[in-house]
């Protein structure tokens, strides 16, 4: 059973996110392809948030982050530091309970980065480009506005939030062996595992991480946060350090963290655009690149695989050309 | 009323191809898009035959074809001459009831497009790439092996099989007021027109073409076929010149045919992939490029698009490089 430890993340809290997200997030469809069930030798089932609202997973947790504050906490709006999907997200999820989002983002973050936050009204506040002038900003816009902090994964709002698919997983496929999920920050495969082992304790829950950017996976055999040193690789939404609130539940509840390496990405980014003609990003290809490099045993089993998002710059897309 | 003419599409073709291909192909699904909504102040429908078997609507026209022959027609297999869609479609459906796919295309065509009829088993007879070179290819390889001619449009068989998306969109959503289709050949607008007028005459049914391969908007304004020549479009799968079968329906069922810019196609392609996350063609994102271009009356309707295919080459995509 799942700790009621009111310091992690509760079942009630995963309850309660949920209540509050329905009707403002997509419930999201699970989709197959007996193609790609051939190649793997198993069945596998696609949890598509590539079609959530702003086109990620990370809907999920800024909605319930936005919903859960109170009114006085909530009047000065909320502010993060992102240049990926929680930032549009969180503008997002702002927008809808009608508050400012203040969001730091290096000033050479991408047009299309900024173009999704500005879509929802988010208040886009530039800063240089390493973390220390990301977070020393956030603390400046905190100090200026009054907002509130919702940081994209090591809060447990965020957690209880983005584990509402591993919820959905478990109602649609009760007959699941296995969940594989990427791991960044963490936010997801916390939440996930926490979800999934709460409603089913025999079902896997592996986490699959970037080669080059592979904290997590250290940080996991080493029973202890290894924070991320330049990390490198196609997948931009797996680059961030593991956060403290999310490996506590990681350690309890995941059963493994393997890595692919940025080919395999590219290769299963691919593969799931020509054969499911649904458009994922490199971070949400993670999963199926597992299977490609076989670092998961599936075979004849019932697998989930989360694709967490679907944006990306159409002009930059990592296939050779010609 | 749709007449009972035995030479012309009757609904009773229709219902025989429906029965036929249950099970066979895909009854795809209907996705909807609010930002695409706001966009064009209009509900729509995305009819999406991307996810269709072989990746376009033609797996229908194809498989009705196929299951249509005797055992003694199909003995010595079919042929066609197609370097897009069709070809894979036949190579799949003759590969369901076992029977062999013998495919003409010009030496020229791309690796991706034989790689989709070799995928399914078809033997690929190349010629050049003329029509006549095709045509009497084809006409070598029917009097070699006795194989039975699948035209990709301009067959009754085919038309009842295309058919079957209209019959499948107005079960869906009932209230529509207006199906909007891509035109090539014409085997899937006057399948559709057919089929819709039959289920509800008040809907309306319109053709779009692109402006480069306009054959089927001028033949419709000449009420006689006026054959294309020297097609320029990026919508490959529309080159084609309108059939005389499906002519004859379209001028009685389809209410109008508008054109529409290459500009405008791959504008819509775009904004398909980024807005709603799923792979379209060129060809399957004409409908949607008449509302960017408003050739249509869309605002306050119900209207139904059909995204007729998923399948291109991920190498060679139309977007600007930065």
């Known amino acids: 059973m799942v700790s009621t430890d009111t310091t992690g993340l509760s079942w009630s809290l995963i309850q309660e996110a949920r209540t509050r997200i329905v009707g403002r997030v997509n419930r999201t469809p699970v989709l197959t392809s007996g193609t790609l069930d051939t190649q793997a030798g198993a069945r596998l089932y696609f949890k598509c948030e590539n079609f959530q ?12 982050a936005v919903f859960s504050l109170s009114e006085s906490e909530a009047r000065h709006g909320v502010a993060t530091h992102s240049s990926g999907n929680h930032a549009a997200a969180l503008a997002r999820a702002a927008k809808l309970r009608g508050i400012p989002a203040h969001i730091v983002m290096p000033d050479n973050a991408p047009q299309t ?3 999704s936050v500005t879509r929802y009204g988010g208040r886009i506040v530039f800063c240089e480009s390493t973390l220390q ?10 100090a200026d506005t009054g907002a509130v902090l919702v940081h994209p ?5 965020v957690m209880a939030g983005q584990a509402t698919t591993g919820v959905e997983l478990m109602e649609a496929i009760p007959e699941l062996d296995l969940i594989v999920c990427p791991v960044g920050g963490g936010g997801l495969l916390s939440g996930i595992a926490v979800a999934a082992k709460t409603m089913k304790p025999a079902v896997r829950v592996i986490g699959v991480e970037p080669a080059g950017a592979d904290d997590a996976a250290r940080s996991f055999k080493a029973g ?11 997948a931009d939404g797996l680059r961030s350090s593991l956060g403290e609130k999310p490996f506590a539940e990681i350690r309890r509840y ?21 054969v499911m003609k649904i458009i994922v990003e490199p971070s949400g290809a993670v999963p199926y690149a597992a299977i490609i490099e076989e670092r998961l045993a599936v ?3 019932q697998v989930a695989l989360v694709l967490t998002g679907g944006n990306l710059d159409l002009d930059r897309l990592p296939f050779s050309g010609g």
Request: no cysteine; proline share 3%; hydrophobic share 45%.
């Open 224 to 234: 202890q946060i290894i924070p991320s040193v330049n990390p490198r690789t196609i």
């Open 299 to 301: 075979r004849q089993r």
């Open 254 to 274: 995941v059963d493994d963290i393997v890595t692919v390496s940025d080919e395999a990405i590219v290769q299963a980014m691919r593969l799931i655009w020509e």
């Open 113 to 115: 980065k900024r173009a």
């Open 133 to 142: 002038a990301r977070e020393s900003t956030v603390a400046r816009v905190i």
């Open 153 to 157: 994964y090591n809060d447990l709002r």
């Open 53 to 64: 609202k702003a086109g990620a997973f990370k809907a999920r947790g800024a909605t319930n």
